[in-house]
């Protein structure tokens, strides 16, 4: 199978990876534009440092500045919910950005909570993303997913009856 990686996979693998197999084989719940979006983003960042000026302000991420230099992009979220799959998404967009030559760091905005938390993309983290993305490697080339696991996700899960009916 041939397949790219996604900012999304990245998300579904830490809420459930039997989503991520759902998902790699066009089991998809619902179409999600924001990875296409940002997918397009990066790659006109990329463009544009080609030209050595990086637009900043026609980005579509959430927050996306210069802090001293440094590319800053973030998102803004309604809750703390689900920050552990936007932190890992956010460093899987930092990598694919440092794979471009581009530093970044990232931020992760929670107004309601009064929230902001700081992404910076270490030697641990991108270990930590590029083990996961090799997991989620695997887990698309298998057969058949993983079986379904209870989890606190499953409640509000889009493939719910399709796992639990
Ligand atoms: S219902 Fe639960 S087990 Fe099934 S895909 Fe969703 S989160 Fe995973």
Known sequence: MDFNITGTMIWYYYICPRQVWLMSHGLEPDQDDENIRIGRLIGKIAYEREKKEVDITTGKFDILRTEKGRLVVGEIKKSSRFVESASK????????????GIEAKGELLIPEERKKIEINLGEKEEREIREAMANIEKIALENFPPLPQKNKYCKNCAYAEFCWA
Not at 89 to 100: D, G, P, R, S
């Open 89 to 100: 998404q956010l460093l899987f967009y930092l990598l694919q950005l440092k794979e471009m």
